[in-house]
């Protein structure tokens, strides 16, 4: 029996009305920002932290601070789907200045080279340019988040000891010159997440032998969420109340709509309930062989209530399921 402070024993139909009262508070899905220059990342979450009934919030995806664009920041419950957003396709406009080299390989850093004009052709820098598509080995930046013994390697850099990652693959799926106006050259990529826009400036202007840095970067599109649909973090920030917040947020099942989805009758509700087993019988046959892993779990109100995850046996034909995360509403 839950007590209140008062010492009076609280009514649980009250106690009801609280939990839908609290839960209309605290909107539970995502919201894709607009990340505006010469801003971190951590810094639009912490002002977006503020926010009435914003409880809980991270991001999915680090922009550099010079950088505008798609930042995906998961609120409340949905902070537990971070992990569905971090190995998800990204698109970016960037533009590479030719003839300059930096120590952060972008346009923040100091210069380390210069290099004389080379008379480049449209055709050579197409070319070069497109080289680049597919799978190809990239070197982190020494300036950048990843950790060595737990430490990100920029504060390596910034004390004078950098720390070199080794190449590791990442998947240009497409890239296309869209602008050329030496020494400036605009460019669009589509590519696996991990992969560093920065170093790929860096490799194609020693390509074209005159190296470069890059000197402008719109991320357009990060897991499917395009910039169109992003709001302005001022936009954001005239919000007074989690009803206006609302418009804004894309739920829970909509955040992943790109795996599959199978509603639940009553019976596979109330295994999720009690978190018992899910055996292949209890999802359409046809389903069960088509997701391929994940599912995502709707209850009749179309809301998120699990994602599980497809697990085979010893045996190849006994087929079960694990929870991923599970919502419970009241």
């Not at 533009?95 to 390989?105: A, F, K, P, Q, S």
């Not at 109340?241 to 509603?263: E, H, N, R």
Request: proline share 6%; aromatic share 6%; net charge positive.
């Amino acid at each position: 029996m839950i007590t209140m402070h008062s010492g009076r024993k609280q009514d649980p139909e009250n106690r009801v009305h609280q939990k839908i009262a609290q839960a209309a508070d605290r909107p539970d899905g995502i919201v894709v920002v607009n990340k505006p220059a010469n801003m971190t990342s951590a810094a639009v979450v912490s002002r977006l932290k503020r926010l009435p009934g914003v409880k809980k919030i991270g991001h999915t995806g680090t922009l550099d601070p010079f950088a505008t664009g798609v930042l995906i920041c998961p609120i409340n419950r949905a902070t537990r789907l971070s992990r569905f957003f971090l190995h998800g396709t990204k698109k970016y406009k960037a533009v590479l200045h030719l003839g300059t080299e930096t120590d952060t390989l972008d346009c923040t850093g100091e210069i380390t080279a210069r290099h004389p004009a080379i008379d480049l052709t449209g055709d050579r820098i197409c070319q070069t340019v497109e080289s680049f598509t597919g799978d190809i080995q990239q070197v982190p930046p020494v300036f950048s988040a990843l950790k060595h013994n737990g430490v990100p390697l920029y504060r390596y850099a910034r004390n004078g000891t950098p720390v070199e990652k080794p190449a590791r693959t990442v998947r240009i799926e497409s890239i296309r010159v869209t602008g050329i106006d030496l020494p400036d050259i605009c460019f669009d990529v589509t590519c696996s997440a991990g992969t560093y826009i920065r170093s790929l400036c860096a490799d194609i202007g020693h390509a074209l032998g005159s190296g470069g840095h890059l000197s402008r970067l719109v991320r357009t599109e990060s897991c499917g969420f395009g910039i169109h649909e992003a709001a302005a973090l001022a936009d954001l920030e005239k919000v007074e109340t989690p009803a206006q917040l609302q418009p804004w947020v894309i739920s829970m099942a909509g955040a992943i709509a790109d795996i599959p989805a199978y509603a639940a009758d009553p019976d596979l509700l109330e295994k999720i309930r009690h978190g018992r087993p899910i055996a292949a019988g209890d999802v359409q046959p046809e389903s069960a062989t088509d997701a391929g892993g994940r599912f995502r779990i709707l209850d009749p109100e179309d809301r998120l209530v699990a994602v599980i995850e497809k697990k085979t046996g010893k045996s190849p034909d006994k087929i079960n399921y694990s929870y991923c995360c599970v919502f419970h509403y009241t």
